[in-house]
């Protein structure tokens, strides 16, 4: 993306429920001790049941989106940081089922 403002224009431009995107999204958290400030707000994702994204090292969920984290410490910014992986996703046009394992690293 070059901006927000077309990250924004290109979310806007999609007409589905589910977006998988490597993205900031402000309003979260980078990792243990530092939130983000970078990237659209949350609400530039609510037409979407689920969001998953995997920019951001520090397995989260807020409202409907869910950044994956990383499944092992990548740097020092990671010490504490809730580390998760994706154990599956299943969209079959009717449910979506979820699975995640999560470890702290310290």
Do not use: W
Request: charged share 25%; aromatic share 12%.
């Amino acid at each position: 993306r070059k901006d927000n403002i077309t990250e924004k224009e290109c979310i806007n431009s999609y007409d589905a429920d589910y977006l998988f995107c490597h993205v900031d999204v402000s309003q979260l958290r980078y990792n243990f001790f530092r939130d983000s400030v970078s990237g659209n707000s949350i609400d530039a994702y609510s037409k979407f049941k689920y969001v998953f994204s995997g920019h951001i090292h520090y397995r989260q969920e807020k409202e409907n989106i869910i950044i994956t984290g990383c499944p092992y410490q990548l740097s020092r910014g990671d010490v504490q940081n809730k580390k998760g992986e994706l154990n599956g996703v299943m969209i079959d046009g009717v449910s979506l089922k979820m699975g995640c394992k999560g470890a702290v690293y310290k």
